[in-house]
């Protein structure tokens, strides 16, 4: 009898376990012990025939495709550039995607994450400094910035975290500046600039990481033989400059440009301001360089303040020093094209521009595929350096 009890008591512990929950944390394929970089990027098809994911999954190799074990990343898909084991990501697009993918991946891959690098595209301030003054006037002497023109960057700062509107904050600004920007509001402060919001301690505001991975890619960018402009490409340059201002690419560094990341995908020469006085405050307190809003450029995207906050968080959590940087290829402009007046210039049916109708025009046109190829040179350049040595 105590035979059989025994007997049962074994199926019963047996079936137990075969309808236990299975654990969905995934074990790293190929290599437990892989220094792994991550590349993420907000969109492209798994076959690599499109988007910012393009280039990199056109040159991985031995890829294993993980994106059904995801629960929050749209596409996850480890291999190798240039021998070095990556994993090459797909957030999707916009703060709500790019934070919960990147945390997914932390816990996915913890201690064997190398650095993270985000690749891919944004509009972008049309000269360096702004192409309009402060009277809505062209600025004769701003320097273009061209369609696919890069930017390497350590840091980002969360446009949707300002707690007025955009005229709003320029009247503050006549009253003793209670907005004031530099070093932006740690911990978040109310319309009068000097009492803490309850509940905003841990808002991340910006972020700043050490520049020595965005160096890195910056030396690798010099490397890099950039493609010609195309005559699709000139076409939307050229509703900002004359055919003898296009230039070949131009790399801008940390000093110089960042993405502000914004949900709203901010757009108009008013919040292109706003965001230069933001950028330019931030790489000030940084350290990185003493610039103005008249120095620096800004990339509009969507991502960058929720992944590197995620990440920054890890860091401090774990004691851990994952190097980030942001790399951004200007795909548009940030504000609808102007005449020599600084009215908008008409667009179809002989109306104005409005930001909607630039911005579709924008996604026609070529520049997104330019943008996002050239964004991801210098990581591949970097890659490619590393594997000789």
């Known amino acids: 009898m105590k035979r059989y009890s025994l007997i049962a008591l074994l199926i019963v512990m047996l079936l137990l376990?075969?309808?236990?929950?299975?654990?969905?944390?995934?074990?790293?394929?190929?290599?437990?012990?892989?220094?792994?970089?991550?590349?993420?990027?907000?969109?492209?098809?798994?076959?690599?025939?499109?988007?910012?994911?393009?280039?990199?999954?056109?040159?991985?190799?031995?890829?294993?495709?993980?994106?059904?074990?995801?629960?929050?990343?749209?596409g996850i898909y480890e291999g190798e550039l240039s021998g070095q084991?990556?994993?090459?990501?797909?957030?999707?697009?916009?703060?709500?995607?790019?934070?919960?993918?990147?945390?997914?991946?932390l816990y996915w891959y913890g201690p064997h994450v190398k650095e993270v690098i985000w690749s891919g595209i944004g509009g972008v301030t049309p000269a360096v400094g702004g192409i309009v003054d402060d009277a809505g006037q062209r600025r004769p002497d701003a320097a273009p910035v061209m369609i696919g023109d890069v930017c390497i960057s350590a840091?980002?700062?969360?446009?949707?975290?300002?707690?007025?509107?955009?005229?709003?904050?320029?009247?503050?600004?006549?009253?003793?500046?209670?907005?004031?920007?530099?070093?932006?509001?740690?911990?978040?402060?109310?319309?009068?600039?000097?009492?803490?919001?309850?509940?905003?301690?841990?808002?991340?505001?910006?972020?700043?990481?050490?520049?020595?991975?965005?160096?890195?890619?910056?030396?690798?960018?010099?490397?890099?033989?950039?493609?010609?402009?195309?005559?699709?490409?000139?076409?939307?340059?050229?509703?900002?400059?004359?055919?003898?201002?296009?230039?070949?690419?131009?790399?801008?560094?940390?000093?110089?440009?960042?993405?502000?990341?914004?949900?709203?995908?901010?757009?108009?020469?008013?919040?292109?301001?706003?965001?230069?006085?933001?950028?330019?405050?931030?790489i000030t307190a940084a350290g990185f360089a003493q610039v103005g809003e008249d120095d620096v450029v800004t990339f509009s995207a969507m991502e960058a303040a929720a992944w590197m906050s995620v990440l920054a968080r890890w860091n401090a959590h774990h004691g851990t020093q994952i190097p980030m940087a942001v790399i951004r290829g200007a795909s548009n402009y940030d504000q609808v094209a102007l005449d020599a007046t600084g009215a908008p210039v008409v667009g179809e049916g002989g109306q104005p521009l409005t930001a909607m109708t630039d911005i579709l025009e924008d996604f026609k046109e070529a520049g997104a595929a330019f943008a996002w190829g050239n964004a991801a040179q210098p990581v591949l350049k970097l890659f490619e350096l590393r594997s000789e040595g």
């Open 17 to 74: 376990v075969a309808c236990a929950p299975v654990s969905r944390t995934p074990d790293l394929a190929s290599d437990a012990g892989a220094m792994r970089s991550i590349i993420l990027t907000a969109f492209g098809d798994s076959a690599g025939a499109f988007g910012e994911t393009q280039p990199f999954l056109q040159a991985l190799q031995n890829k294993v495709d993980r994106t059904t074990e995801s629960a929050f990343c749209e």
């Open 85 to 105: 084991p990556v994993v090459v990501v797909t957030t999707g697009t916009g703060a709500d995607n790019a934070g919960p993918c990147m945390q997914e991946l």
């Open 155 to 282: 840091l980002t700062w969360n446009y949707d975290l300002h707690f007025s509107s955009v005229s709003a904050w320029r009247t503050a600004r006549t009253q003793d500046a209670p907005f004031d920007p530099a070093g932006g509001w740690w911990p978040m402060k109310d319309s009068g600039g000097n009492s803490d919001v309850l509940g905003f301690d841990n808002v991340q505001q910006f972020v700043i990481a050490d520049p020595a991975l965005a160096d890195e890619l910056l030396r690798a960018a010099a490397q890099v033989t950039w493609p010609a402009m195309d005559a699709g490409v000139q076409a939307k340059v050229e509703h900002f400059f004359a055919p003898d201002q296009v230039r070949p690419v131009r790399v801008f560094d940390y000093t110089q440009c960042a993405e502000v990341a914004g949900n709203n995908f901010w757009h108009g020469a008013v919040e292109s301001k706003l965001a230069r006085q933001y950028l330019a405050s931030l």
